[in-house]
């Protein structure tokens, strides 16, 4: 009998030392598993976006995250849609507060539409408090609502000129002689007499030409108080100015697709059949990306200048507001990674080097100035090693950007179904009537309120 109860008493002992032992080994294996942001491996964040090239830029930072991040890691998972189905998907999961993603990408010419009543969006002003002033200060205005930023902007837009230098050659223009739309001109007789090549495009269905026209006059679409102004003298002028490149001085086309910015046109424009495109700073991307035959042959310039009148030396266009809805998961995350992909110095830089667009922290660009790095931009282009000098010679270290309300889409929709449509394409109108009729229809929408 003692004997059996000395073996009970030496295995209730081993068993006091030996389950202790296994429990701390299973707590190890789940500290190990969880990681020490409590997580069960790295934390999933989801964005959409409508861009592709996008992806590419947040894959980057997900990289440099997890790297300067080991003990609170991301897996991002990045969906991109059509641009309507993915803005259409986004507006009906914020009214309904079910199946937003945790971050999304937003076009300017929608954000308004997000904006309006109480947006179900993340305040992330206290992102840049501390240094708003090294951003270029427009780009986060249109991202704003009565004092809040909702949106991190993507890049500064501006407008620059993208001139075929094996074109220009050939008909004896000296790029840096343009200085003024006039001085355009005059090399586009050239350019169309001895290549019979058309010197410029000009945007039908977007409004690239116009807005950078009226842009650089200091005009605008509507004024401080949104009320419209679409059909002022300003900007009469400069449509009717791109009314006589096509139409006067025959010198100017509509592309395939109906502007630049199309697949459609990438082709055209990469078969060397027009020696300029007019577009914002980030159409480099679209050159190095879609139009590979123009390697070596294409120069970045300042956009020419009104010889009278002009205010602004470029304007700021395009653009995408990335925002963090309130219904994520991980909001507070949600915030930090943004800002490290897209508010920080470093992502600045990445911003150029992965998507070759102009950063939206003017102060990186004295940087890239004087060291833009070796990358397949600079290689690109026949100066890109000096696109940043260029860019900060045309611009005095600021942008200016049209204002952004939610009318916006609605006078988009018109300047591109009727004002351009009957100006530019058919010649049925004026410019002073097409843009008189399509300011009366808007006034009588935001009258009614429709």
């Known amino acids: 009998m003692?004997?059996?109860?000395?073996?009970?008493?030496?295995?209730?002992?081993?068993?006091?030392?030996?389950?202790?032992?296994?429990?701390?080994?299973?707590?190890?294996?789940?500290?190990e598993q969880e990681g020490s942001n409590g997580n069960k491996g790295p934390t999933e964040l989801t964005l959409w976006t409508f861009v592709g090239l996008h992806g590419n830029l947040y894959e980057d930072a997900v990289n440099r995250w997890n790297k300067t991040h080991p003990d609170r890691p991301i897996k991002l998972k990045v969906t991109t849609y059509p641009y309507q189905e993915m803005h259409d998907k986004l507006a009906m999961a914020l009214q309904t507060g079910v199946g937003a993603p945790d971050i999304a990408d937003v076009e300017i010419g929608?954000?308004?539409?997000?904006?309006?009543?109480?947006?179900q969006l993340a305040d992330l002003t206290d992102l840049v408090e501390s240094d708003r002033d090294k951003f270029i200060q427009s780009r986060l205005e249109i991202y704003s609502k009565e004092g809040k930023l909702y949106g991190m902007p993507t890049h500064g837009g501006a407008v620059m000129a993208f001139y075929n230098k094996e074109i220009l050659d050939e008909a004896g223009v000296d790029p840096s002689k343009i200085v003024t739309w006039d001085d355009f001109v005059e090399a586009g007789k050239l350019v169309k007499t001895k290549t019979g090549?058309?010197?410029?495009?000009?945007?039908?269905?977007?409004?690239?030409?116009?807005s950078t026209m009226i842009g650089q006059q200091g005009s605008d679409v509507f004024d401080e108080n949104?009320?419209?102004?679409?059909?002022?003298?300003?900007?009469?002028?400069?449509?009717?100015?791109?009314?006589?490149?096509?139409?006067?001085?025959?010198?100017?086309?509509?592309?395939?697709?109906g502007q630049p910015d199309t697949e459609e046109a990438y082709g055209w424009i990469n078969e060397g059949n027009v020696a300029s495109v007019i577009m914002p700073f980030w159409f480099m991307s679209r050159f190095v990306s879609y139009m590979s035959d123009l390697k070596g042959?294409?120069?970045?310039?300042?956009?020419?200048?009104?010889?009278?009148g002009n205010i602004y030396p470029t304007v700021g266009l395009g653009g995408t507001g990335t925002v963090v809805p309130l219904q994520g998961k991980h909001v507070d995350l949600a915030k930090e990674f943004l800002y490290f992909a897209k508010g920080t110095p470093e992502a600045n830089i990445e911003i150029w080097n992965v998507l070759g667009f102009d950063p939206p922290r003017w102060g990186v660009w004295e940087q890239l100035a004087n060291d833009p790095g070796d990358n397949e931009y600079t290689q690109y282009f026949v100066n890109g090693k000096d696109i940043f000098k260029i860019l900060l010679s045309s611009t005095e270290g600021n942008v200016y950007s049209?204002?952004?309300?939610?009318?916006?889409?609605?006078?988009?929709?018109?300047?591109?179904?009727?004002?351009?449509?009957?100006?530019?394409?058919?010649?049925?109108?004026?410019?002073?009537?097409a843009l008189k009729k399509a300011a009366d229809e808007l006034r009588r929408e935001i009258e009614t309120g429709e």
């Open 197 to 210: 090549k058309p010197m410029v495009t000009i945007g039908r269905t977007a409004f690239w030409d116009f």
């Open 110 to 119: 929608r954000f308004p539409q997000y904006l309006e009543g109480t947006p």
């Open 402 to 433: 049209l204002r952004s309300n939610k009318w916006v889409p609605t006078a988009n929709s018109l300047l591109a179904t009727q004002v351009l449509y009957e100006v530019l394409e058919t010649n049925e109108a004026t410019p002073e009537q």
């Open 2 to 31: 003692k004997k059996f109860l000395s073996i009970i008493l030496i295995f209730s002992i081993l068993t006091m030392i030996i389950l202790p032992g296994c429990g701390a080994k299973d707590s190890i294996q789940n500290a």
């Open 297 to 308: 042959k294409i120069l970045v310039a300042p956009v020419p200048v009104w010889k009278d």
């Open 226 to 257: 949104d009320n419209v102004i679409l059909d002022n003298d300003r900007n009469v002028r400069a449509l009717q100015f791109l009314h006589d490149m096509i139409y006067k001085y025959q010198i100017a086309v509509i592309p395939p697709g």
